[in-house]
C-alpha cells in the first residue's frame, strides 16, 4: 500500500507522527508552498522567509534519509496557490492508497484536512500531533466541569506528570512558583549579550529574493534576518540561549531596553513552533542548567513555565474552545487598529521601539508584546481581531493557536477572563519602571495630564471609567477602583475628554 504523507510548514520534525512507520519505498511525502499561507494574513517578510526556507531544508533532509518528497514550490508552474488545490494534483499524479497527516495548529487548516477525503477519494489518516506535553483530549480533560481556568493549576499538573523541576513528588526549591523574584527592571551597568545569528545560506538566499519579489509590500525587512532554518543551528540556538541568556532571564525577563529587542529572552519560539526543536528538549536543557549549577532556580522555574505552562495552556484554551473563541468581545472594543502600528511614526517612544524592533527582526519579546503594544490597543479599545490579526501577521514566532489566546486572553482581555484573571491595563508607571524607553520620549511619564502627559496615563484612567460596570467588581482591580471612588465628577469627565481628544486624533 502506497502512503501520501503530508507535512505541513509547522511540522517539521523528523518524528512528527504523520512520518511515523514511512516506507522509503513506497511512501511519498508531499510538502506545499502556497500562496495563500502567506498571505490569509500579510505576513512580516522575515516571517516567510524562516518558514519557506525551513521546509526546504527539511525536504532536504529527508531526502538524504532516502525518503522520497514531492516538494511543490511557490513559484512552480501550475501551483494552485492553495493546500486543497495541491493535494488534488498530488493525489492524482501519485495515486496513493491513502493519505496520512498530522492533525494541524490552525483550526482554518483542519477544516480543509476534513475535506480531503470527500475530495479526493481516498481514506484520510489525520494522527495526533506527539510534539506537545499534552494533547488536546488532555487539556479537554483537565479544563471539564471547572469553574474557572488558570494556567498555574494546569502547569503544577504538567510538572508532576511529566517530572520537570521536581524533586519526588515536591516542586524543586519548595515553590512552583518564582515570579516575585523575576520582576527586576535592567541596571545600566548589566549589558546584554550577544546573542547567536545565523546568516542566511544559499537556500535561505534564494527564498528572500522569491519573497521580495512576491511580497514587496509586506511589513518589515530582510536585512537582519538570522533565524535558524534547520535542526542543527536550532539547537546551536538553543545551546547559546542556555550559556548566555538563562542565567539572567529569570530576574530581567520583564524588563525593556532601547535597541536591545532580544536582552536575555531564549529566541527559540520560532524554531520551536516550527518543530525544529521539541518543548521536551528544551525544557530538560534548562533543566540540566540548572542541576549543573550553571543557572539559578528562578530563572529555570520562569522559563519551564513558558514552555511547559504557558504554550500548552494556550494550545489547550484555543483548540477546547475554537472556532467561538475568535469572536469574543468581551470589552465591546471596535476602534480600529492605529495605522503607527504599521509604520512605527509616533511620538510615544515605547511604541516606537517595540513596533520599529518588530519590524526589524520580526520579533518583541513577551513584556513589550504584553505591556507595550497591547497594553495600548487595551486601553485604546481596539477591536480585538484587529490586533489579533496584527500579532499574527508581524512576529516570526506566530501561529494562531498560540498567538490568538495570547492576544484576545491576555492582551486585550477579549474573553472576559477566560485565560487571565484581570486585564493587563497599566499606565505609563510601569513602562517608566521597567524600560528606559520613557527618559527620551517627548512626553513626560510624570505628568498625567496635559499637552505634555504620556497618553498611556489618561488612557489608563479612562478605560477603568468606561469598564467600570464591567470590571468594578473584579477583586484584584479593587485598589485603582477605591482610587477613581475618591475623585470628584469633573476631574471623571476631564479624563475622558482628553483620552478622547488623543484618540480621535491619532
Not at 499606565?427 to 502627559?453: L, N, T
Request: hydrophobic fraction near 45%.
Amino acid at each position: 500500500m502506497s502512503v501520501l504523507r503530508i507535512i505541513l510548514g509547522d511540522q517539521l520534525s523528523f518524528d512528527i507522527s504523520a512520518l511515523a512507520g514511512v516506507d522509503a519505498a513506497r511512501d511519498i511525502v508531499l510538502m506545499m508552498e502556497v500562496m495563500e499561507e502567506n498571505t490569509y494574513v500579510r505576513h512580516h517578510k522575515q516571517k516567510i522567509v524562516l518558514v519557506l526556507s525551513a521546509m526546504r531544508h527539511f525536504a532536504d533532509q529527508l531526502r538524504r534519509r532516502g525518503v522520497s518528497v514531492d516538494y511543490v514550490q511557490l513559484d512552480a508552474p501550475n501551483n494552485g496557490g492553495n493546500l486543497t488545490t495541491e493535494i488534488q494534483r498530488a493525489v492524482a499524479r501519485h495515486a496513493p492508497d491513502c493519505l496520512v497527516v498530522t492533525e494541524p495548529g490552525e483550526w482554518r487548516v483542519q477544516a480543509m484536512v476534513e475535506s480531503w477525503e470527500a475530495m479526493t477519494g481516498r481514506p484520510v489518516e489525520v494522527r495526533a500531533d506527539n510534539r506537545f506535553f499534552a494533547s488536546r483530549s488532555r487539556f479537554a480533560q483537565w479544563a471539564r466541569g471547572r469553574r474557572t481556568w488558570r494556567m498555574e493549576h494546569f502547569y503544577r499538573e504538567m510538572r508532576r506528570e511529566h517530572a520537570i523541576l521536581m524533586e519526588g513528588d515536591q516542586p524543586a526549591g519548595g515553590e512552583w512558583n518564582f515570579d516575585s523574584e523575576n520582576r527586576k527592571p535592567l541596571p545600566a551597568s548589566i549589558l546584554p549579550p550577544d546573542r547567536l545569528r545565523f546568516a542566511p545560506d544559499e537556500t535561505t538566499r534564494e527564498v528572500m529574493a522569491l519573497v521580495e519579489q512576491r511580497f514587496s509590500d509586506h511589513f518589515g525587512g530582510l536585512e537582519e534576518f538570522g533565524w535558524p532554518v534547520n535542526r542543527p543551528d536550532a539547537l546551536r540556538a538553543l545551546e547559546n540561549f542556555i550559556a548566555v541568556g538563562l542565567p539572567r532571564f529569570g530576574d530581567y525577563q520583564d524588563a525593556m531596553k532601547a535597541r536591545a529587542p532580544f536582552l536575555f529572552h531564549s529566541l527559540v519560539a520560532p524554531a520551536l513552533n516550527l518543530g525544529l526543536v521539541s518543548p521536551r528538549e528544551v525544557c530538560r536543557a534548562a533543566e540540566a542548567a540548572w542541576r549543573s549549577g550553571a543557572a539559578p532556580l528562578n530563572a529555570v522555574e520562569g522559563f519551564v513555565r513558558q514552555i511547559l505552562g504557558w504554550r500548552e495552556y494556550v494550545r489547550g484554551v484555543y483548540w477546547t474552545l475554537m472556532p467561538e473563541y475568535e469572536g469574543r468581545n468581551a470589552l465591546q472594543a471596535t476602534r480600529k487598529l492605529p495605522a503607527f502600528y504599521w509604520t512605527g511614526d509616533t511620538p510615544m517612544r515605547c511604541l516606537r521601539e517595540a513596533i520599529g524592533g518588530t519590524a526589524r527582526y520580526a520579533y518583541s519579546h513577551h513584556i513589550q508584546r504584553l505591556m507595550v503594544t497591547g497594553n495600548f490597543a487595551l486601553l485604546a479599545g481596539v477591536a480585538p481581531r484587529e490586533i489579533e490579526r496584527w500579532y499574527l501577521a508581524v512576529y516570526a514566532d506566530a501561529f494562531e493557536w498560540v498567538e490568538m489566546p495570547n492576544t484576545l486572553g491576555m492582551a486585550v482581555y477579549a474573553d472576559g477572563g477566560q485565560m487571565a484573571s484581570k486585564p493587563y491595563a497599566a499606565s505609563g508607571a510601569y513602562i517608566d519602571r521597567m524600560s528606559d524607553f520613557c527618559s527620551e520620549c517627548v512626553y513626560d511619564v510624570k505628568q498625567k495630564m496635559g499637552p505634555k502627559a504620556c497618553p498611556f496615563n489618561y488612557l489608563y484612567w479612562a478605560f477603568l471609567i468606561r469598564q467600570k460596570d464591567r470590571l468594578a467588581s473584579n477583586p484584584r482591580l479593587a485598589m485603582p477602583y477605591r482610587t477613581l471612588a475618591g475623585w470628584p465628577p469633573e476631574r471623571l469627565t476631564a479624563i475622558l475628554a482628553e483620552a478622547d481628544g488623543f484618540l480621535d486624533g491619532m
